[in-house]
């Protein structure tokens, strides 16, 4: 599922070539990527108002629109958005999307907008798990991964009994950070996921906080998470690119996870 850098590279592909733009048709036909919203309801809503910005939280991605409500966009486990111009010339939200045939092929849009220029901004999702709804409830998301201050770092993971990295992948104490860039957090604070956020001590929670600025930060200039350094590694049979131990598997969380069985100890 995209994380934190994949949204964020959707937003700016969103600032880039689609603020200012007048809309003058709305495909809202997909009832189930709109839901709750019935079909031609988000269109009644922005048809001939602009994006005026894009805003990102965590994994949460929205538009504001002039003078009315706020376009929330989900991308789902496959989604991208989209922004082609009038003569077929597009930009993408990211590297990782699956299923283009050829440039232009646009069969698993699921929402567009149409712009007064004929160009479109599109929900490419070829699994079709995304969603588009109206005034999404950002304010009930945790401070954002890329921005938290320490001392909000801090006070996510200072109470409780849950696994560091089930907190970790708390939207409402963290937003932004997914299954592969918890793994990745972990492993560079070299801190074993499992445990309890309750026995960890502070160094650790530095280490941590630390690990999170670093992996979020060369991810957004990879390209996404996918591009981060223990990612490839997580696999049966592979040894932990640092110190060469046996990366061990297990759930936490609920989520399958990855650690280095030689730093990474409880």
């Known amino acids: 599922m995209p994380e934190l850098p994949e949204v964020e590279s959707a937003r700016s592909v969103i600032e880039r070539a689609a603020l200012g733009r007048l809309i003058v048709e709305v495909d809202d036909s997909d009832g189930y990527v709109t839901r709750p919203h019935s079909p031609g309801e988000i269109r ?34 496959s989604g991208k958005i989209v922004i082609a111009d009038a003569d077929g010339g597009e930009i993408d939200g990211g590297d990782y999307w699956e299923g283009r045939r050829v440039a232009g092929d ?32 950002v304010d009930r998301l945790g401070p954002d991964a890329a921005t938290i201050t320490p001392g909000a770092f801090r006070a996510a993971l200072a109470t409780g ?18 299954n592969l860039l918890a793994d990745e957090i972990l492993w560079r604070a070299r801190v074993h996921p499992a445990k309890p956020v309750d026995e960890l001590e502070p160094d650790e929670v530095g280490k941590v ?58």
Do not use: N
Not at 44 to 52: Q, S
Not at 161 to 178: C, E, F, M, N, S
């Open 161 to 178: 009994t849950a696994p560091v990295k089930a907190r970790l992948l708390d939207q409402h104490a963290v937003a932004g950070i997914g």
């Open 106 to 137: 646009y069969r698993w849009s699921r929402f567009s907008l149409t712009f007064d220029d004929g160009g479109r901004m599109m929900l490419v999702d070829p699994r079709r798990l995304g969603r588009i709804t109206l005034d999404p409830p």
């Open 209 to 266: 906080l630390r690990a999170t600025r670093a992996a979020v930060k060369a991810a957004l200039a990879g390209g996404g998470v996918h591009t981060l350094t223990v990612i490839p590694f997580r696999r049966a049979g592979a040894l932990c690119p640092r110190d060469r131990a046996p990366m061990a598997r297990g759930t936490v969380g609920g989520r399958t996870t990855w650690w280095c069985s030689g730093e990474q100890v409880r």
């Open 44 to 77: 009644a809503a922005v048809i001939g108002r602009r994006l005026v910005a894009a805003h990102r939280r965590g994994k949460s991605l929205w538009c504001d629109t002039s003078d009315g409500p706020a376009l929330g966009i989900h991308l789902g486990m």
